[in-house]
């Protein structure tokens, strides 16, 4: 009797043990997954916050790319063309450059993130939302692409249209010089009676056999024999003699004669307009 007793004391004695050492054996896997799991939740929670930091910062290289007159930044500084078309096509390729660079960091994430397996819905939203953000500042920048080529289209028409104006102002200014230099412009004569008079520039009239005859303008006035002056930039003219009389019909009051040396006389416009209106000056020296 004892001896059974003893042989099932030490069964259970076993059993227990054996109990005991399975129960150590679950506890301690239990242990190792829960550090597993723990291990990979600190390793998700690092992904997490990596890709969440990565998508801020996309999200402010989208921000970052302005589409009116500021520099994108983090771009890479061009030297201004000397034409604002130029400028403008500049800023347009360098916007274009970094919209595709952006892209290339969504895809680039969007595939790291499917590759370590953390799909996780917050995520994925804040990935499409890039995506269609860039996607929106694309489509404005091929917008003001074409905005640019309508203008530049616009800007060769009026260049063209502000030319002819340019060419026809220019040339109603060379026509008004024209007409007021031919306005401004007299023609004179000068010399003694014998040279006036084969010149033909005048005729005697009346006397009888040569005394007492005048001096009359032939109205026969060859170009050969007389001289431009515009009257616009000069108005004086010298006279190489002793005395002289003024045989045409310029007002008196438009003139002025001044014996200025020996054998030398000045006539000086006083009046330019009224002196103009004869356009031929004789002057008869003595």
């Known amino acids: 009797m004892r001896k059974n007793l003893g042989v099932g004391l030490a069964l259970i004695s076993v059993l227990l043990l054996g109990a005991t050492a399975v129960s150590y054996t679950k506890y301690r896997k239990s242990q190792a997954d829960y550090a597993k799991a723990t291990a990979d939740q600190e390793s998700m929670r690092q992904r997490y916050d990596r890709a969440v930091g990565e998508i801020v910062t996309i999200q402010d290289s989208l921000n970052a790319i302005a589409l009116g007159g500021e520099k994108a930044q983090g771009d890479v500084e061009l030297q201004e063309p000397p034409t604002i078309h130029d400028q403008v096509l500049s800023r347009i390729n360098t916007l274009k450059s970094s919209i595709a660079r952006t892209k290339e960091r969504i895809e680039e994430l969007d595939a790291r993130l499917k590759h370590s397996g953390l799909r996780i819905a917050g995520l994925q939203k804040m990935i499409a939302g890039l995506r269609q ?20 289209t616009r ?15 220019a040339k109603t200014q060379q026509e008004l010089a024209d007409k007021q230099r031919e306005l401004a412009t007299i023609y004179y004569a000068m010399g003694t009676k014998k ?18 005859q005048s001096l009359k303008l032939s109205g026969m006035f060859e170009e050969a024999s ?45 009046d330019r307009t009224e002196f103009r209106k004869v356009k031929h000056l004789v002057i008869l020296k003595a």
């Open 133 to 152: 953000s860039a996607s929106e500042k694309e489509e404005r920048i091929a917008e003001l692409s074409t905005q640019v080529g309508t203008l530049r």
């Open 155 to 169: 800007v060769t028409g009026l260049s063209f249209e502000i030319q002819g104006q340019q060419e026809a102002l």
């Open 195 to 212: 040279e006036l008079t084969q010149s033909g520039v005048v005729q005697p009239k009346g006397g009888v056999l040569g005394v007492g």
């Open 226 to 270: 007389f001289s431009p002056l515009n009257t616009d930039q000069e108005s004086v003219i010298r006279i190489p003699t002793k005395k002289v009389q003024v045989l045409s019909a310029q007002p008196p009051s438009s003139y002025s004669l001044q014996t200025v040396g020996k054998d030398m006389v000045e006539l000086h416009i006083l």
